[in-house]
């Protein structure tokens, strides 16, 4: 088309906007970080394409980034000379937020500016904070390799429309431009521009320019040159050494290749020397996405060679139990058009997959070691899917069943805090087993009838009810030489525990219950296994237990609950 069109933004968008614009007010100038972040990501974007089809960079010409202002039209301006967007593309990605749990998103919010800000933050709103500063935004842009007449005019004011037509523009990438809202000249000065982007975006690998100022003492005002200079650092985070490295440029590093808003709660940064040779920079998010559960998201580890860019969410790179870390490799072994199918194979990827799963392992330890408080905070965000790993990782079992954390009826909450070590420290005199009882939820597992003997005796057991916790527990035989045994299960033998007098009047009693027994027996029939008599209740006449071979009866309940 050659005319312009007026199109709606999604719904979603829409109620966005109106949200971000009064709830992130107070931390306006993230928009500049937001707009850099996009500037470099497309530069990153061209320079992978590239690749394979050097006609793109039409004829070179370093990539960077340009910010400028305009005080008499009130107007701040970031340009890029990245990939640039198709008319298609700017509708697809400027008008519509097509994020999975999107939904789950508008449904938790609360109309509480405090709270809706840092969901809106861990959502990410990206683009869209622009119109907390500006009342109209401009996009021009132009696609790599397409001719000059064929780029495109994106316009709105950030009231639920957005107008498109098509544009010319010389130079490849995109130019943003925004137009103040009233009272937000303040960002109408070159210290106040490079200070936001000093502090927020210095670890952008992408030179970001803007032109020099000096003051002229004659006119007495400061006189804008045509010279201009490279506000940050622009060499790659990554590949500085860490003492060069503060913890503010590392959160920042963060938030830039998350697409996050708030700080992470740590982070790993290595140089692996050796067969195979790459640089780490993993990182644990403070908080859970909205879509940890769906199988299809994104993972995320960007993956690049030799400092190029190569791609988002290289699943390969880590194994899928820890698919919340987020962070950057770079390999200096493998190939430059390395593909997905390649990477499946490659033994360097193997190696990579394993000495980062070791890290990570080991920046987790370090945490339950040094900071209990944020790894509680982890726990509480991330355990479940921890938990994968004892299935899903053998090598390194025992470092992660060291991890784990579980409610217990030494706490009595459902507040999951007792490593398994912690247990074992406490073990009563004799016991050589590490208890446990599996439900649908806690409070079933705190009232299991099967608690009553250990309660008594003062033995700690283990209460588990997360959907995963049975799967898990079919990988564990021990910990540490202590068998983990379910208190539901078979003919429980509480060995060393029961003393000598109460062993010698247990069989007495079964002896004068024998008569008992036989008649449940006969009138149950085939409904049961068996009957026996049973010391481990203290108040509840008779349970039913399953066999210990057999599979416990919560397991049953989620497998016929799954249809099997
Ligand atoms: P995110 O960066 O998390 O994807 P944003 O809202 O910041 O979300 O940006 C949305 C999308 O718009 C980007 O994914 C990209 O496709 C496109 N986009 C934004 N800015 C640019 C740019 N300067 N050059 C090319 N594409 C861009
Ligand atoms: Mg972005």
Redesign the pocket.
Known sequence: TNTTETLGFQTEVKQLLHLMIHSLYSNKEIFLR?LVS??S??CDKLRFEAIDRPELLEGGGELAIHVGYDKAARTITIS?N????TRDEAIA??GTIARSGTREFFQQLTGDKQKDAQLIGQF?V???SSFIVADKVEVLSRRAGAPADQAIRWESRGDGEFTISPAEKTGRG?DIVLTLREGEDDFLSSWKLRDILRRYSDHISIPIRMKKEEWDAEKSETVVKDEEETVNQASALWTRSKSDITDEQYREFYKHIA?DFEDPLAWTHNRVEGRSEYTQLLYVPKRAPFDLWDRNRKHGVKLYVKRVFIMDDAEQLLPAYLRFVRGVIDSADLPLNVSREILQESRDVKAIREGSAKRVLGMLEDMAENRKDDYAAFWTEFGQVLKEGVGEDAANLERILKLLRFASTQEGTPAQTVALADYAARMKEGQDKIYYVTAETFAAASNSPHLEIFRKKGIEVLLLSDRVDEWMLSFIRDFDGKELVSIAKGGLDLGALADETEKKQQEEVSEEYKPVVDRLKEALGDAVKDVRVTFRLVDSPACVVVDSEDMSQHLQRLLKAAGQ
């Open positions: 937001e996009n500037a990501d497309a890029d990245g990939i640039g967007m990605n400027l990410g990206g683009f869209y995109t697409h």
